[in-house]
């Protein structure tokens, strides 16, 4: 089946720095990808969509200067965590759609210190 | 918010037993899927059920969908240890390449 890879799994970073995230779609292409974050015990939140070869669209509430977003090519978007802050800490995982089915990169936990 | 809502929060079984989780949804959807994701990790995708579809299985996994309570839900049979996981529901309204609107979780525990 379809894959989405994300790296890295896991980062830690220091208050100030930056972090940037990458989801590959391994075997097929992908025009929209998908950034959700999550917070410990809580559930999937949308904060942008990624479209290859435009601007990213922004969910209500999400800064644009501070989450970067880049899709370059049709396998590939980057999300860059920009001046990270403690409270950025939490897990953030992409997606993207093969014909009627989303599938999800393993995720990357980002702890910022 | 659009988040759907799930209910239980949390189920603590023992293996053998079966688990329903129950999702409620907000607006008019395309279609519903529900999601299995292990603690820290990513989602595995479950199973898809269309608006117009009311039942749906795989494996020991039973769909339900009633769109006109907006609601849905997933039955485990004979659950093993190995389901411990959180379950979310998650729908969309287009059905390609849309976003998707996660609902609130179940944490499920299945032991020994």
């Known amino acids: 089946g379809a894959v989405v890879s994300q790296h890295p799994s896991r980062v830690i970073c220091k208050s100030g720095t930056s972090v940037k995230i990458e989801c590959r779609s391994l075997?097929?292409?992908?025009?929209?990808m998908f950034w959700y974050r999550q917070f410990p015990k809580q559930s999937l939140m949308l904060m942008a969509t990624s479209n290859e070869g435009s601007k990213a669209t922004y969910e209500q509430g999400v800064e644009k200067d501070k989450f970067l977003i880049n899709h370059a090519s049709l396998t590939l978007s980057t999300l860059t965590v920009t001046s990270a802050h403690p409270e950025d800490s939490s897990f953030y995982i992409c997606?993207?759609?093969?014909?009627?089915?989303?599938?999800f990169g393993q995720g990357t936990r980002l702890t910022v210190v | 918010s659009q988040q759907g809502e799930e209910d239980p929060q949390a189920l603590s079984i023992q293996e053998g037993e079966n688990a329903t989780m129950n999702c409620s949804y907000k607006t008019s959807i395309n279609n519903l899927q529900w999601y299995r994701q292990n603690s820290g990790r990513g989602l595995v995708h479950l199973i898809l059920i269309r608006s117009n579809e009311r039942e749906k299985h795989s494996g020991r996994l039973r769909v339900t969908l009633d769109t006109s309570k907006k609601s849905s839900s997933l039955l485990i049979t004979a659950s093993r240890a190995a389901d411990t996981a959180s379950y979310f529901c998650a729908t969309d309204r287009t059905g390609t390449a849309s976003k998707l609107t996660f609902g609130t979780g179940t944490r499920l525990q299945v032991t020994l």
């Open positions: 075997d097929f292409q992908a025009t929209t």
């Open positions: 997606s993207a759609w093969m014909n009627t089915e989303a599938f």
